[in-house]
Structure formats: structure tokens, C-alpha cells
């Protein structure tokens, strides 16, 4: 059974920092790129940023490079977002994807609040 489950969401004050996690298992994680993205409820989901198999190319959204980190464990087969100064107007649930060609699975999202 494919499973993605992150974690690590939560409230935290403007300018604050949160490392979510997602947990792959029931799939050969590491063949398949990896991706993190984010969404308003009610608005289109965005990436944030995405890393290749062996972790050797990361590449993130204008509007959080410099910010996040997105990084990987084939060993563990997770993948972890640093996000460090975060706004209040960002959006508030982050989730993680898995593709290889035209496959693709995706985690049931953590909530990221961003309030003082």
C-alpha cells in the first residue's frame, strides 16, 4: 500500500521556523522525484520545490529560495522541508508528492499556520 504522511505542521509566529517530514513506504522511493507544495483552501496548490531522485538537483519557488530547504533520505526514504522565516499570508497546507513519469502520489497535507 503507497503511503505519504507528513508531518510536523502547527502554528508558529510570523518570521518563525517549521521542518515538516514525509514519510514514503509501499513504493521504491528512491526512483521517483519528490516534491513539496502548498495550498490556500480555495485557491490553486503551488510547488515549492522539488528534488530528484539522489537528491543531487533541488530546486525551489521564487518566492521561498532562500528560505526553505528541501532535503531527502533514500536510506529512510523521507523527505524534510526547513522553512525559516515565515509569513503570515503564505499558505497553510503543505504537501508532499512522489513522481516517477506518470505516476504520481501524494500525502494527505499538514496544516502550517502562520499567526501572531
Known amino acids: 500500500q503507497v503511503q505519504l504522511v507528513e508531518s510536523g505542521g502547527g502554528l508558529v509566529q510570523p518570521g518563525g521556523s517549521l521542518r515538516l517530514s514525509c514519510a514514503a513506504s509501499?513504493?521504491?522511493?528512491?526512483?521517483?522525484?519528490m516534491f513539496w507544495y502548498r495550498q490556500t483552501p480555495g485557491k490553486e496548490r503551488e510547488l515549492v520545490a522539488s528534488?530528484?531522485?539522489?537528491?543531487?538537483?533541488?530546486n525551489y519557488a521564487d518566492s521561498v529560495k532562500g528560505r526553505f530547504t528541501m532535503s531527502r533520505d533514500n536510506a529512510k526514504k523521507t523527505v524534510t522541508l526547513e522553512m525559516n522565516s515565515l509569513k503570515p499570508e503564505e499558505p497553510t497546507v503543505y504537501y508532499c508528492?512522489?513522481?516517477?513519469?506518470?505516476?504520481?502520489?501524494w500525502g494527505q497535507g499538514t496544516q502550517v499556520t502562520v499567526s501572531s
Open positions: 528534488t530528484s531522485r539522489l537528491g543531487s538537483n533541488t
Open positions: 508528492k512522489a513522481q516517477r513519469t506518470i505516476e504520481n502520489y
Open positions: 509501499g513504493f521504491f522511493f528512491s526512483a521517483y522525484d
